[in-house]
């Protein structure tokens, strides 16, 4: 049985600092693993999704990696800022075409 | 071409009731995944529907139950709500089932 697990829950950082989240998952059989933000109370907004041939991939200042072997993932945020304070959820697609989820990493940016 | 909807986007209930939430899947999408996430947890899977049929279930009860209609949008039922079964329902359709899921924006259920 597919489990994803995020660590860490909540992370504090100062503006500016680049930052690492982690994500590992238990079957390496997946289609792809995505990462995703949400705002308090707010629904889902999908930032990168990695297909399970590519190793990684990029959007401004977020890069997210796929070791499927291993079975982790990191996303990346460079320059950190106030506004990227939010919940971060990975999510694998598995051999049943189902999502499983972390329980994702609550990221706080200080002023 | 618009996106993933659901209605309504909030609902307070009280314990025993039923409920239906919709789901109109993007332009193109034949299959529909529905999703619970409670509160400060990330979102559980509870059935897919592909081309009209039930395909895949997590660990849900048989009171929650779901529908797909020829143009590919979706229902999610629940009865007789507990107080657990407050949270956020997410629903995303896809091209396939192996493709990218696109997420509505949920629809919160409050049991009281």
């Known amino acids: 049985k597919q489990e994803v697990t995020q660590i860490p829950a909540a992370l504090s950082v100062p503006e500016g600092e680049n930052l690492v989240l982690n994500c590992s998952f238990t079957?390496?059989?997946?289609?792809?693993l995505q990462w995703f933000r949400q705002d308090p109370g707010k629904g889902l907004t999908s930032l990168l999704l990695?297909?399970?041939s590519q190793r990684e991939q990029t959007s401004g200042r977020l890069n997210a990696s796929l070791d499927k072997s291993s079975g982790r993932s990191t996303l990346y945020i460079a320059a950190s800022q106030p506004g990227d304070s939010a919940t971060y959820l990975c999510?694998?697609?598995?051999?049943?075409?189902?999502?499983?989820w972390g329980a994702g990493t609550k990221l706080i940016i200080k002023p | 071409e618009t996106g993933v909807t659901q209605s309504p986007t909030h609902l307070i209930k009280t314990r025993g009731q039923q409920v239906t939430l919709r789901c109109s899947s993007q332009s193109g999408h034949n299959t529909v995944s529905w999703y619970q996430q409670a509160l400060g947890q990330g979102p559980q899977f509870i059935f897919q529907y592909y081309r009209e049929e039930e395909n895949g279930r997590g660990n849900f009860p048989p009171r929650f139950s779901g529908l797909q209609f020829p143009n590919y949008s979706s229902e999610l039922n629940v009865n007789a709500l507990e107080l657990d079964d407050s949270a956020l329902y997410l629903c995303a359709s896809s091209l396939a089932q192996q493709e990218t899921q696109y997420f509505g924006p949920g629809t919160r259920l409050l049991v009281l």
């Open positions: 999510a694998v697609l598995d051999s049943n075409y189902q999502l499983i």
């Open positions: 079957d390496s059989a997946i289609y792809n």
């Open positions: 990695i297909q399970s």
